[in-house]
């Protein structure tokens, strides 16, 4: 099994809502990470968790809280979003290591409205 | 820092042509990986191809080659005989390893990439 698996794949919110993004993955993988990517542009990291801690914040706003509840599991925890957070929120897992490739799921796609 | 740098915003090919990606890094660590994916609209990324820093050899994976010149820190992507599925946004990136674990994956600005009959 080499899947990265994201739920919801599309979500659409509005400002004062609470919701969160899920990421599984059964690889025995000890890194995951979260990416945001806006349309025609790179992923950019977000959080870094390395054996169920957060190793990697990058300055990413407090409305953004994530969470590794056990090392198969990511998630992202979105309270009082603005509609520029709107893009595509891709996870990924990995290996430690700098070669070893990551993984990525299909990404969730969040609308703030 | 580490820094990738991709200076083809498109490039188009004709069917069965080869396609050089050009990639650009920039890192003071000794020890980093460069990797290639693609993201079809879909918006996956997909693993491609990975050369190491230490690496002797370049890379290739079936129709993917990595030309690595390292004294010139360029990893640069051949597509072979290219196929219209091959259009896609294509992005070179770079891990480097961080203190307190994990590692961090930066990519560039992408290439996308138009397969023609």
């Known amino acids: 099994d080499t899947e990265v698996t994201q739920t919801p794949k599309h979500l659409v919110m509005g400002m004062t809502n609470k919701k969160s993004l899920k990421c599984e993955q059964h690889?025995?993988?000890?890194?995951m990470y979260w990416y945001k990517q806006k349309a025609k542009k790179p992923p950019e990291l977000m959080f870094v968790y390395s054996y169920e801690k957060l190793s990697i914040n990058e300055s990413v706003p407090s409305r953004f809280s994530p969470e590794c509840p056990n090392s198969s599991l990511l998630n992202l925890h979105l309270h009082a979003l603005q509609p520029e957070d709107s893009a595509l929120y891709l996870c990924?897992?990995?290996?430690?290591?700098?070669?070893?490739?990551?993984?990525f799921g299909q990404g969730t796609r969040l609308t703030v409205v | 820092a580490q820094k990738i740098t991709q200076t083809q915003p498109g490039m188009f090919v004709q069917e069965k042509e080869a396609v050089t990606l050009d990639c650009t890094y920039d890192?003071?660590?000794?020890?980093?990986?460069l990797f290639w994916y693609k993201q079809p609209s879909s918006g996956e990324m997909i693993f491609l191809i990975y050369?190491?820093?230490?690496?002797?050899q370049n890379a290739t994976e079936g129709r993917y080659s990595l030309n690595f010149q390292k004294a010139r820190k360029s990893a640069n992507l051949v597509i072979s005989a290219s196929q219209l599925g091959d259009s896609a946004m294509y992005f070179c990136a770079m891990r480097e390893a961080v203190t307190g674990g994990g590692n961090k994956l930066t990519f560039g600005t992408g290439t996308q990439l138009k397969v023609e009959l």
């Open positions: 890192t003071s660590d000794p020890s980093y990986g």
């Open positions: 690889m025995g993988h000890r890194a």
């Open positions: 990924a897992s990995s290996q430690e290591g700098v070669g070893t490739e990551a993984f």
């Open positions: 050369q190491g820093s230490y690496d002797q």
